[in-house]
């Protein structure tokens, strides 16, 4: 027989057999401590002009048991090739171009614009992995959602702009029919973005275990943003293990797309981080924690982004983002979080002290329990920022030393 051509597939294999019109298909691969690389193989051969698949199952690459298994019943179904060459050479070819990984290139070769690119600026990196984490009901869907539609625009919506391209929702949580009435009512709210059209689709399998079909789509419709909706069932069992949150983030590198994973966080938790292992924050090389502000039965909703991590830029100062409710339509506006006196609290000590004194002067005591903060510390910033934020007036009394 001649020669196998070999194609890399994602982070599988083809392997077509011209002459013998015969295709192999490894995908779906892990790692086992036992057997090393385990794959599903699946054997598709032409008969009668039609391509018919013989056999698909799991395979144990480096087993010498499978390979003897694998040949008996391939000859069983087809006896009129050479499958005991067949599956040797293929099975170890396999091996050796998983090994190869990807090709090492001079970073000369790279160094052709600043690190930290945006596809949305300034919530998500492109081609990298970024992550808001929320309680739930904190409209972090919307956002997501809003997200794909910006990029898929090319848009700017309050203060977030998108570098166009094409986009793939992936949702673990609800449905194709409540996102697509979400879409419709976010289209109607803005009609700048009423040529975005994402592409969705309903997962059930964790993200590591599915990523052939994910791969596939993004390769075929040229995705450039990637939405993982919810971070919990896209990653799969044993959240507060490392091996989970590493397989996951594996998983996502190999997509090559900027990526935007929506995390939860504990209710109950004093220090908010995304739920799980540290990993996932870790990992993660943007991260945003989306608080919310919302009156029982109030058709609006307020929520509040605080940066908290970057591998890549400075940390952004904190922004709001005001959702409004509507039979018809869903509109997203800026707001200052100042304003709102739950939010306020998240903000750091020195802007809620500019907040306060922009009213007019107080003493730092006054001021201290106006914002709810220990006397001391205000006492702090206000020495720390004297004659470029605070002036001093009189001898107890302080305000700002211009509007902002």
């Known amino acids: 027989m001649i020669s196998p051509t070999t194609e890399k597939t994602g982070t599988g294999f083809s392997m077509f057999w011209q002459d013998a019109d015969l295709l192999f298909e490894f995908e779906n691969f892990s790692e086992t401590k036992a057997w090393g690389p385990v794959c599903e193989l699946g054997v598709t051969i032409g008969l009668n002009g039609h391509a018919v698949r013989i056999e698909q199952a799991r395979v144990k690459l480096a087993s010498v048991s499978d390979r003897g298994q694998w040949t008996k019943r391939l000859q069983e179904v087809h006896p009129h090739l050479p499958w005991k060459e067949i599956i040797q050479s293929s099975f170890i070819r396999v091996q050796s171009e998983r090994r190869k990984g990807e090709p090492p290139i001079r970073l000369s070769e790279a160094a052709q614009g600043p690190a930290a690119a945006y596809r949305i600026n300034p919530l998500i990196h492109d081609e990298l992995p970024s992550t808001i984490f929320c309680e739930a009901g904190s409209g972090k869907s919307y956002l997501a959602l809003l997200c794909c539609m910006l990029v898929e625009a090319g848009e700017t919506v309050c203060g977030l702009s998108a570098v166009k391209g094409r986009t793939l929702f992936l949702d673990w949580e609800v449905s194709a ?146 959702l409004s409710f509507d039979p018809e339509q869903v509109k997203f506006s800026s707001f200052d979080l100042g304003t709102d006196t739950e939010l306020a609290k998240d903000l750091p000590l020195k802007d809620r002290m500019v907040k306060v004194l922009g009213q007019g002067a107080m003493t730092a005591r006054e001021l201290a329990e106006e914002i709810d903060a220990k006397l001391a510390q205000v006492k702090v910033r206000l020495s720390q920022n004297k004659g470029e934020l605070f002036i001093q007036m009189g001898q107890d009394k302080w305000g700002l030393l211009r509007k902002f």
Do not use: C
């Open 177 to 322: 029919q409540v996102h697509g009435e979400r879409w419709r009512l976010l289209r109607t709210g803005h009609p700048e973005l009423a040529a975005s059209d994402p592409l969705y689709k309903r997962m059930n399998a964790p993200l590591p275990d599915d990523l052939q079909s994910v791969q596939r789509l993004v390769t075929t419709h040229d995705i450039q943003f990637v939405v993982v909706d919810s971070l919990g069932p896209a990653a799969g069992q044993e959240l507060l293990g490392a091996e989970t949150a590493i397989r996951f983030f594996q998983a996502v590198r190999t997509l090559k797309t900027a990526v935007l994973v929506i995390g939860h966080t504990a209710k109950n938790s004093e220090n908010k981080s995304i739920f799980g292992s540290v990993f996932f924050f870790n990992l993660s090389r943007n991260v945003f924690e989306l608080k919310k502000s919302q009156d029982s039965q109030d058709d609006v909703l307020r929520i509040g982004l605080h940066h908290r991590k970057s591998n890549l830029s400075k940390l952004h100062r904190p922004f709001g983002l005001e």
